[in-house]
């Protein structure tokens, strides 16, 4: 009657070591580090920084417990870690002077960080300690908005460029065009070419309005783009901010970073472990673009140059092939790449093959139809500095396909790939809001949390063995188990716990033990009904599992409404609770009465069961 297959025992076994596994890990501290990365997108992180940062540290007398070189994803890092926070304080100062010939464009960013002291056979297993949120680790959060008139601005800019160009490519005269705000207006002197023009527009220009303006003797065409297409424009360029943010944060290395947009124009940045706010507004709000400009060939460069350029042109002395005049007006940006990607040309060497976008390949074509055995360059502008990536010779006119050639070797080639198809801002952000919430402050958040889960436990533990005798004593161990199993959930899901998280695991354990007592209670009614302790064992369980499954249910059921339309803390909070109701389904049930088989269904001849105090009705 009350006896458990092996295979369930098994189970049950099976769960308290994976339990024991991914909990043990958030019992380890955290190491204070220092986070080595590239400050610009040309620099590349390799082992050789790594010889150079221990060699750093060793001349500095400043002792670290390791120095790591890591790639994650597309980003590589050095880490160094150390024994205490008063040697990662004078770690960060000496390697940002050493690192950095200029500390106001620094080559590399030095962060401040922790990392995890697990053994490393655990973290080969993703054994790992929880994801604290902000409340619990500390960091910086960020409350940025992004510019959405720049992005009007730059919508508007692009159909006034393309109409221009593709009356030029129609051959279709036309008397100047002018921005009046929002509109974009043509002038035409006779309404056979304005009519021709405005059809050309149409088909080719689908998401603008036209309308004929009557001018005096001129005719005019009004042209602006539509309302859906603008609200559209303003979405994908907060949406591109978003994804570009993401791509980002990597280089700081944070773990679980929460980037979310917040209502129409603004994005929420919270970087928990993250100490150093100047460096990661420097590296959220870093602006990258990309220029195809033209060399101005009338210029030959030399060593006195600064009265020699051209009003036009522009000097750049840092990249490849430098000292190089450019002309300043770009023929094309990084906004109308479609793709690149890293290949080889017909003598296989390496070079970098690029796709544009119709657009980009028309201006590419106008721009090059000319100059067939001139150089152009591409220059990357980072914090309003150019960086020559390439000169390259025109071989012929080049379209929306063409090749970079005179790569170094293939890693150079599959960088500049990379630097090509990253993307930039949309549009620039103001920083409206900004917060540092201490470590310290974290940590009491943490042992506040932990001392409401332990004092309330014990207080549960206590009134059970008291009420049920040893019934409370097997249904605290199965309390116990809950907690274990929903710890290791959320250490192996990387759930990012934050004090509200810490509420939903204060509520679970009071929801576990809810379905111990109505089994207990349910017990004592069968044996207040006269039946066998052996027959009320097995009748109180499952009587009582109609209404645990219910209870439960009932309540998951609102867990996945905070989760499906809460946000930010409360989809927290949703998430611990849902897996708090799933463990403690499990344990309240599967294995309180695994240890109840266990203690009392080997006995044949069973008078009494130690459940306390079981009161008849008179």
Known sequence: MNHYPLWKYLLILFTLIFGALYSVPNTFPSAP???????????????????????????????????????????????????????????????????NVDPADPTYLVAFNLLPTTPHWMQALSALPMNLGLDLRGGVHFLMQVDVGALVNKRIQAMQAT????????????????????????????????????????TQLSDIAIVDVADGNSFKLALS??????????KDGVAQNVSSLNKRVNELGVAEPVIQQQGADRIVVQLPGVQDVSRAKDIIGRAATLEIRMVDEAVTPGTELSAAIPLGSELFKVGKGTPVVLVKEPTLTGDYIASASASFDENQRPSVSIDLNGDG???????????????????????????????????SELGSKF?????????ASNDLALLLRAGS????????????????????????????????????????????????????????????????????????????????????????IDANVLINERIREELRAGNTPQASIA?????AWATILDSNVTT???????????????????????????????????????????????????????????????
């Open 163 to 202: 109409a221009k160009s593709l009356l030029r490519e129609k051959n279709i005269r036309h008397g100047g065009i002018s921005r009046n705000g929002e509109v974009v207006e043509i002038k035409f002197s006779d309404t056979q070419t304005s009519a021709k023009a405005k059809e050309t527009l149409l």
């Open 539 to 543: 009748a109180g369980f499952e009587r």
């Open 425 to 512: 801002l949309a549009a620039p952000m103001d920083f409206v809001e900004e917060r540092t919430i201490g470590p310290q402050l974290g940590a009491e958040n943490i042992q506040k949390g932990l001392n409401s889960t332990v004092y309330g436990f014990i207080a549960i533990a206590l009134f059970m063995m008291l009420y049920y005798r040893l019934f409370g004593f097997f249904s605290v161990l199965a309390l116990a188990v809950n907690l274990l199993l929903l710890v290791a959930l959320l250490s192996m899901l990387h759930v990012t716990v934050t004090l509200p998280g810490i509420a939903a695991i204060a509520l679970a354990l009071g929801m576990a």
């Open 33 to 99: 580090a220092l986070q080595i990365s590239s400050g610009k997108a040309t620099v590349k992180i390799d082992p050789s920084v790594a010889a150079k940062v221990e060699e750093v540290l060793k001349k500095g007398n400043l002792k670290s417990d390791g120095v790591a070189y890591e790639v994650t994803g597309t980003q590589a890092f050095i880490w160094a870690r150390f024994a205490d926070t008063t040697t990662q304080f004078n770690a960060k100062a000496l390697l940002e002077k050493d690192l």
């Open 361 to 395: 390949g028309r201006k590419m074509r106008e721009a090059t139809r000319e100059r067939v055995g001139k150089k152009m360059a591409i220059v990357l502008f980072e914090k309003n500095k150019g960086e020559v990536l390439s000169v390259a010779t025109i071989q």
């Open 556 to 618: 998951l059921i609102v867990g996945l409404a905070l989760l499906l339309f809460g946000s930010g803390a409360v989809k927290g909070f949703a998430v611990v609770h849902c897996l708090g109701i799933l463990t403690s389904m499990f344990s309240a049930v599967f294995v309180s009465r695994g240890v109840v088989n266990l203690w009392y269904g080997r006995k044949k001849k069973l008078t009494s069961i130690a459940i306390g105090q079981i009161w008849q009705a008179k």
């Open 225 to 234: 783009i539509k309302p859906a297409a603008l609200e559209q424009a303003k």
């Open 403 to 411: 090749r970079i050639t005179g790569m170094e070797s293939t890693e």
